[in-house]
């Protein structure tokens, strides 16, 4: 939350950008990842996902 306050999306600048980040993740410790092409073809090879500590 700490760093969530001092982006751009602070819950001052951005009262509902900053709500719905706050809650992002929640307790889930597995799950799907999404990715995104914007309209290009993309190929994705060896995807890793680091658990940050």
Not at 12 to 34: M, N, T
């Amino acid at each position: 939350i700490d760093l969530l306050q001092k982006s751009k999306f602070s819950e001052e600048k951005w009262p509902l950008a900053f709500e719905l980040l706050s809650h992002v993740g929640g307790d889930s410790k597995s799950g799907l990842i999404g990715l995104q092409d914007h309209g290009n073809d993309v190929w994705f090879k060896n995807i890793t996902v680091k658990v940050l500590k």
